[in-house]
């Protein structure tokens, strides 16, 4: 029998590629949906028309337990998350809600649905196994570079406390109760699939539009920040493997290497044969109240332990995104709108 996952977050960026990794893998792929009629899933349903939708939202303990039940997943993926972190401080305690107490709810929901007893630890196997989506934000201001899987949290964000916390307890109920429990510690992942609001694809877009002359200029904070970017294709592959290994452990995600916005902003100009600096226009309001100056993995465990490596380049990474903008913005797509999805 096929094995079944069970992924939230199913309409973002990474739950569509790791469900067409798993699809390819001959799973049975189950996504939960929130909302009424969220056109999101409208607009996944297109690319995967083989995931099974359960509805639920991680702010509801009941619809948690409900989908758990009828799905019965052996694997569950928690990608869930408001994971833009400017909204974390306009909305700071629906953050904490979503991002953090949700994976206390999704884990509360294995846990009654394979009838895991308060106090009586189970052995890891035959039960359901989870993935908690960890974020390299969790080290925010770094206390070393780069950060491994012992490197200390210092949170920058409401975002990144509300993951830190997802990551503690998915750490206490392996400990408490045995679970099959991992996180990952996931740093930038991108692909054309990315929200328009986060900075790769905000400037991919914003170079498409320039060279189509639909705008003259991109309106950029702070582009002294460097992050470690790599393509969330590859990353889903370390979700995946995360949960075949044979104990559970948490891993460092990424590719080891560090680029700045500036450095980012070059490139995707670049290769549309344009000169950033005829556009690109500082706005001090974009800045952070606090900000992550630098983010930079070492993915040694998973190399060693997983066999995972990265396979697409920075560069790379960047001429697919803007390739596919011009393609989409030449075609006449929104990508406001969720019509348009590679
Ligand atoms: P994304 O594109 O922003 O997707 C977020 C998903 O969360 C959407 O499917 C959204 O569904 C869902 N969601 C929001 N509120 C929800 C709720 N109340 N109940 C259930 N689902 C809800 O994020 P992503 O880039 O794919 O990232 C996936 C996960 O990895 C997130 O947890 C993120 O924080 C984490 N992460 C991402 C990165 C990265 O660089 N991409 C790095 C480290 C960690 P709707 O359609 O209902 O809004
Ligand atoms: N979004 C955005 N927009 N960021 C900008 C801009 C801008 O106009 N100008 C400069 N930046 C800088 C931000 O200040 C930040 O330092 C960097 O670009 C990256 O910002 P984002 O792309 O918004 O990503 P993030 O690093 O804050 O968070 C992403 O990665 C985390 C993992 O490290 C998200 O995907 C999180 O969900 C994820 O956990």
């Not at 196994?129 to 570079?145: I, K, N």
């Not at 990551?167 to 206490?172: G, I, K, M, V």
């Not at 700045?260 to 005829?278: H, I, M, P, Y």
Request: aromatic share 8%.
């Amino acid at each position: 029998m096929a094995r079944r996952a069970l992924i939230t977050g199913i309409t973002g960026q990474d739950g569509s590629y790791l469900a067409e990794h798993l699809l390819d893998q001959g799973y049975e792929v189950w996504g939960l949906a929130r909302g009424q009629a969220n056109p999101r899933v409208s607009r996944m349903r297109k690319l995967l028309a083989d995931v099974q939708v359960v509805r639920g939202d991680l702010l509801d303990q009941g619809s948690l337990i409900s989908a758990v039940e009828r799905v019965q997943p052996d694997e569950v993926y928690n990608l869930g998350a408001i994971s833009f972190v400017p909204m974390s401080w306009e909305q700071a305690e629906l953050t904490a809600e979503v991002t953090g107490m949700g994976v206390l709810r999704m884990l509360e929901a294995i846990r009654v649905c394979s009838g895991v007893s308060r106090g009586g630890a189970a052995s890891p196997s035959g039960q359901m196994r989870f993935y908690q989506a960890s974020s390299s934000e969790m080290f925010g201001q770094v206390t070393e570079t780069p950060q491994n899987e012992r490197t200390a949290f210092h949170p920058r964000s409401p975002y990144g406390v509300a993951k830190a916390y997802g990551h503690f307890l998915t750490q206490n109920y392996r400990e408490s109760y045995g679970m099959f429990a991992v996180s990952g510690i996931l740093f930038n992942h991108e692909s054309p699939r990315r929200g328009a609001e986060f900075v790769t694809r905000k400037v991919t877009l914003g170079v498409a539009r320039i060279k189509l002359g639909l705008a003259t200029e991109l309106r950029l904070g702070n582009l002294e920040a460097r992050r470690d970017w790599g393509f969330a294709g590859d990353y889903v592959k370390a979700m995946h493997l995360m949960l075949q290994a044979a104990s559970p452990e948490d891993y460092v995600i990424g590719t080891g290497r560090m680029k700045s916005v500036r450095e980012l902003v070059e490139a995707a100009f670049s290769a549309a044969g344009l000169d950033w600096e005829q556009h690109v226009v500082v706005d001090q309001a974009l800045h952070r109240p606090a900000e992550v100056d630098l983010l930079c993995a070492d993915p040694k465990k998973a190399r060693a332990q997983l066999g995972w490596e990265p396979s697409v380049s920075f560069d790379e990474l960047v001429a697919m995104m803007v390739e596919s903008d011009l393609r989409l913005l030449s075609a006449g797509g929104d990508p406001d709108q969720d019509s348009s999805w590679p």
